[in-house]
């Protein structure tokens, strides 16, 4: 009766791992919201299938996107479900080399079904009604299968004794990374707004040129590509616009996305890997 005892105090005074929580509830999170998304767009394109001037043409896009979402979101099930076993007190069981399953998990041999894939692909597209039922299949499979040959390559002779790190840091590489570029770059293109606002108040001549195209776009319903190009020589040919622009697309924005990519490494510094 006393070990019970013991044993339940000790349940109770585990404490909880917050990381582990938060990598259950972002992965479980973003998971169900792109399977529902793959279900929403899935069905949308059943429906535009059937709509009165719709048709193929509009419904197999849908498919795909709902095919691409289905992958993602699939990828980030396994990181909630490691870390909802860790958060309950149960370990991972890791599959060893003797596993059946790893006789088939072969991905320097899949790779080499990908130019029939891309072929077979290519040539469904031809056909409305084929392409709707197999891209959608044959678009998972050429996502899939290069980056199912990477991850390989680079996991070889690696122990594979840490299933939640392993699939946690994929699924902060899919969510985390991410939403960290977008905000982070946001950040600079207001600031890089302001900038040019400023810039452009200094230089009278420039500043009529940016209401000329701010005038053509609000008085237009449908903006014409190549009037609105035209209007924007005189600020494309300026120096010091063409130095700001060269600045956010060639240093800033290669720069915040390449730091933040990695983001989800950086909750495992320190921690023996």
Same mark, same amino acid.
């Given at each position: 009766?006393?070990?019970?005892?013991?044993?339940?105090?000790?349940?109770?005074?585990?404490?909880?791992? &917050?990381?582990?929580?938060?990598?259950?509830?972002?992965?479980?999170?973003?998971?169900?919201?792109?399977?529902?998304?793959?279900?929403?767009?899935?069905?949308?394109?059943?429906?535009?299938?059937?709509?009165?001037?719709?048709?193929?043409?509009?419904?197999?896009?849908?498919?795909?996107?709902?095919?691409?979402?289905?992958?993602?979101?699939?990828?980030?099930?396994?990181?909630?479900?490691?870390?909802?076993?860790?958060?309950?007190?149960?370990?991972?069981?890791?599959?060893?080399?003797?596993?059946?399953?790893?006789?088939?998990?072969?991905?320097?041999? &899949?790779?080499?079904?990908?130019?029939?894939?891309?072929?077979?692909?290519?040539?469904?597209?031809?056909?409305?009604?084929?392409?709707?039922?197999?891209?959608?299949?044959?678009?998972?499979?050429?996502?899939?299968?290069?980056?199912?040959?990477?991850? &390989?390559?680079?996991?070889?002779?690696?122990?594979?004794?840490?299933?939640?790190?392993? &699939?946690?840091?994929?699924?902060?590489?899919?969510?985390?990374?991410?939403?960290?570029?977008?905000?982070?770059?946001?950040?600079?293109?207001?600031?890089?707004?302001?900038?040019?606002?400023?810039?452009?108040?200094?230089?009278?001549?420039?500043?009529?040129?940016?209401?000329?195209?701010?005038?053509?776009?609000?008085?237009?319903?449908?903006?014409?590509?190549?009037?609105?190009?035209?209007?924007?020589?005189?600020?494309?040919?300026?120096?010091?616009?063409?130095?700001?622009?060269?600045?956010?697309?060639?240093?800033?924005?290669?720069?915040?996305?390449?730091?933040?990519?990695?983001?989800?490494?950086?909750?495992?510094?320190?921690?023996?890997?």
């Amino acid at each position: 009766m006393s070990e019970a005892i013991q044993v339940g105090e000790q349940k109770a005074a585990r404490p909880v791992h &917050w990381l582990t929580l938060a990598q259950f509830g972002v992965s479980a999170l973003a998971a169900l919201m792109l399977l529902g998304l793959a279900v929403a767009m899935a069905l949308a394109g059943l429906l535009q299938l059937f709509a009165p001037g719709a048709g193929l043409a509009l419904a197999t896009p849908s498919v795909l996107n709902a095919s691409g979402m289905l992958l993602v979101g699939g990828l980030l099930a396994p990181s909630a479900g490691y870390a909802l076993l860790r958060l309950v007190g149960r370990r991972a069981a890791v599959l060893g080399p003797e596993s059946g399953w790893r006789r088939f998990y072969r991905p320097g041999l &899949w790779l080499l079904v990908l130019p029939l894939v891309v072929a077979v692909g290519f040539g469904a597209s031809f056909v409305p009604w084929l392409a709707f039922f197999a891209l959608p299949p044959l678009h998972l499979l050429g996502m899939s299968l290069p980056v199912f040959w990477l991850v &390989w390559l680079a996991r070889r002779n690696l122990v594979n004794d840490a299933p939640q790190m392993f &699939w946690g840091v994929l699924a902060g590489g899919l969510t985390l990374g991410p939403l960290l570029i977008l905000l982070v770059e946001l950040v600079f293109l207001v600031g890089g707004i302001l900038v040019i606002g400023v810039y452009l108040a200094a230089n009278p001549a420039l500043l009529q040129a940016g209401a000329r195209i701010q005038n053509y776009i609000e008085t237009q319903p449908l903006p014409e590509t190549e009037v609105v190009l035209e209007l924007l020589m005189p600020l494309l040919a300026d120096r010091g616009i063409a130095l700001l622009a060269l600045l956010g697309v060639a240093v800033v924005v290669p720069l915040v996305e390449e730091a933040l990519k990695p983001a989800a490494l950086w909750l495992l510094a320190r921690r023996n890997l």
